[in-house]
């Protein structure tokens, strides 16, 4: 099926007519169905919104770099985190995706572009450790040789903050990255823009994340969403750098991309400043991101899986 990308078994020479017939009897292969194509004249990022067969809609993301090709793609329609930084908080929870919706959706880009997806990140609608049972099948299903073959290393979950499923994660001694929405350095704060920290504390999740970073064979990515004057000063930085010492990681800065009038993007010389005060002092790598695709909707934070048909919720 992943392989030679087949949608019919009677396509499938290979095997007996007689199995053949008994599959197509009690099974189908679900294809995700493309609703709509955005590209970015800017960065060539590209946005799919993909209608599922109970009617809702979901979204990916295309990023297409020199060397690479990254999906971002869904683990929700929906999200119940509910963070204030977020139009996908913005829907509250619909629903999970099945372990089949979440392949398709690099299968069903792939299968477009006809180039082979090189990465990818569960970065896009819903938090992708609510739904682990299906998020791992799925992974395991693109990583497989069998499958599509993407490697552990290129592929990267990204969790708010859910303590509980971060020890899971760690104790079952998975590979995929894992990366960790901080965004905050006090809990007070991060209580504002990110509810879930009222459940899990950042003691609680920092401890978990050092216990993960230090056993797994690979960093933790950090990423901080800069937002301006709510956690980009000074003594934000240096706070930050206490709090990840010790910790195997890498950190992204990303500039806050605008979802609601409540916040605001720093500017350019605040986002500098606070990369100035940790780069030096931060034993780890720091890349600073200017999300692309944010003239479709389609940076980070933005999906909300209904650009012409509001009809999720
Ligand atoms: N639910 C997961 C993964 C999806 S969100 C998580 O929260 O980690 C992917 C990333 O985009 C997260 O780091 C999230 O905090 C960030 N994000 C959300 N809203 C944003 C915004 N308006 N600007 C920039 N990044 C944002
Ligand atoms: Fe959900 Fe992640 Fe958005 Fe928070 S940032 S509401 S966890 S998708």
Redesign the pocket.
Same mark, same amino acid.
Request: charged fraction near 25%; aromatic fraction near 6%; proline fraction near 4%.
């Given at each position: 099926m992943y392989i030679r990308d087949l949608d019919r078994f009677d396509e499938m020479t290979n095997i007996s007519k007689e199995l053949r017939k008994k599959l197509a009897r009690v099974a189908y292969i679900s294809r995700l169905k493309l609703a709509e194509r955005q590209i970015s004249a800017i960065s060539g990022t590209e946005k799919f919104l993909w209608q599922l067969e109970d009617g809702l809609y979901i979204e990916s993301v295309l990023i297409p770099e020199k060397d690479r090709r990254t999906v971002?793609i869904s683990?929700q329609v929906g999200?119940a985190?509910g963070?204030k930084?977020? *139009?996908? #908080?913005k829907l509250g929870l619909t629903r999970n995706l099945y372990t089949h919706e979440l392949v398709e959706q690099v299968m069903g880009i792939q299968r477009m572009l006809g180039e082979k997806i090189s990465n990818v990140v569960?970065? #896009?609608? !819903?938090?992708?450790?609510q739904n682990y049972d299906n998020l791992l099948k799925a992974l395991y299903i693109i990583k497989d040789s069998d499958g599509i073959a993407i490697g552990h290393r290129k592929i990267t979950?990204?969790? *708010? !903050?859910l303590v509980p499923e971060i020890k899971r994660y760690s104790e079952e001694g998975h590979q995929f990255q894992l *990366?960790?929405?901080l965004?905050a350095t006090t809990d007070a704060q991060r209580n504002k823009i990110?509810p879930i920290n009222k459940k899990y504390p950042l003691d609680e999740l920092i401890t978990a994340s050092r216990a993960y970073a230090q056993k797994a064979r690979s960093r933790l990515t950090v990423?901080y969403?800069l937002?301006d004057g709510i956690n980009d000063t000074p003594e934000d930085a240096h706070r930050l750098i206490k709090m990840l010492k010790g910790i195997p990681c890498k950190v992204n800065l990303? *500039?806050?991309?605008?979802?609601s009038d409540e916040?605001k993007?720093p500017d350019k010389a605040r986002i500098q400043a606070f990369s100035d005060i940790i780069c030096p002092i931060l034993y780890a790598p720091v890349t600073l991101r200017l999300?692309k695709g944010d003239d479709i909707d389609g940076?980070? !934070?933005?999906?909300a899986g209904t650009p012409k048909y509001n009809t999720n919720r």
């Amino acid at each position: 099926m992943y392989i030679r990308d087949l949608d019919r078994f009677d396509e499938m020479t290979n095997i007996s007519k007689e199995l053949r017939k008994k599959l197509a009897r009690v099974a189908y292969i679900s294809r995700l169905k493309l609703a709509e194509r955005q590209i970015s004249a800017i960065s060539g990022t590209e946005k799919f919104l993909w209608q599922l067969e109970d009617g809702l809609y979901i979204e990916s993301v295309l990023i297409p770099e020199k060397d690479r090709r990254t999906v971002c793609i869904s683990s929700q329609v929906g999200c119940a985190l509910g963070c204030k930084i977020c *139009a996908t #908080g913005k829907l509250g929870l619909t629903r999970n995706l099945y372990t089949h919706e979440l392949v398709e959706q690099v299968m069903g880009i792939q299968r477009m572009l006809g180039e082979k997806i090189s990465n990818v990140v569960v970065m #896009g609608m !819903g938090e992708p450790f609510q739904n682990y049972d299906n998020l791992l099948k799925a992974l395991y299903i693109i990583k497989d040789s069998d499958g599509i073959a993407i490697g552990h290393r290129k592929i990267t979950i990204s969790t *708010a !903050g859910l303590v509980p499923e971060i020890k899971r994660y760690s104790e079952e001694g998975h590979q995929f990255q894992l *990366a960790l929405s901080l965004h905050a350095t006090t809990d007070a704060q991060r209580n504002k823009i990110m509810p879930i920290n009222k459940k899990y504390p950042l003691d609680e999740l920092i401890t978990a994340s050092r216990a993960y970073a230090q056993k797994a064979r690979s960093r933790l990515t950090v990423e901080y969403v800069l937002i301006d004057g709510i956690n980009d000063t000074p003594e934000d930085a240096h706070r930050l750098i206490k709090m990840l010492k010790g910790i195997p990681c890498k950190v992204n800065l990303i *500039a806050y991309n605008p979802t609601s009038d409540e916040f605001k993007r720093p500017d350019k010389a605040r986002i500098q400043a606070f990369s100035d005060i940790i780069c030096p002092i931060l034993y780890a790598p720091v890349t600073l991101r200017l999300s692309k695709g944010d003239d479709i909707d389609g940076a980070c !934070g933005q999906l909300a899986g209904t650009p012409k048909y509001n009809t999720n919720r």
